[in-house]
Nanobody
Framework: QVQLVESGGGLVQAGGSLRLSCAAT????????MGWFRQAPGKEREFVAA????????YYADSVKGRFTISRDNAKNTVVLQMNSLKPEDTAVYYC?????????????????WGQGTQVTVSS
């Protein structure tokens, strides 16, 4: 099991940027692929981005491709989601998650551990 704590959420105007971080403790961080998901009020949790255990491959939802970047530092046990050109529709609670798998990373059931989430609000 790995414990995850997100930070970096907040209120930003449309077109602005935010940098979300997720700090992991517990089992060996490099044993987990990492993902970011988000959930807006009244909507299901949706995939945002994922990165494989070594950081060699990244995956993005079509809605964020070209605007968001996921990265990880296995020495610091952190994963970062850099969000640029934010839109009001990006408003949601953002969750960091850890998967023991290195595939099917767009699917929530692939993830064993989840953080508590951090609120991102984009004003128009």
């Amino acid at each position: 099991q790995v414990q995850l704590v997100e930070s970096g959420g907040g209120l930003v105007q449309a077109g602005g940027s935010l940098r979300l971080s997720c700090a992991a403790t517990g089992r060996t961080f490099s044993s987990y692929a990492m993902g970011w998901f988000r959930q807006a009020p009244g909507k299901e949790r949706e995939f945002v981005a994922a990165i494989t255990k070594s950081g060699g491959f990244t995956y993005y939802a079509d809605s964020v491709k070209g605007r968001f970047t996921i990265s990880r530092d296995n020495a610091k046990n952190t994963v970062v989601l850099q969000m640029n050109s934010l839109k009001p529709e990006d408003t949601a609670v953002y969750y960091c998650a850890a998967s023991p798998k290195n595939y099917n990373l767009a699917y929530p059931p692939s993830y064993a551990d989840w953080g508590q989430g951090t609120q991102v609000t984009v004003s128009s």
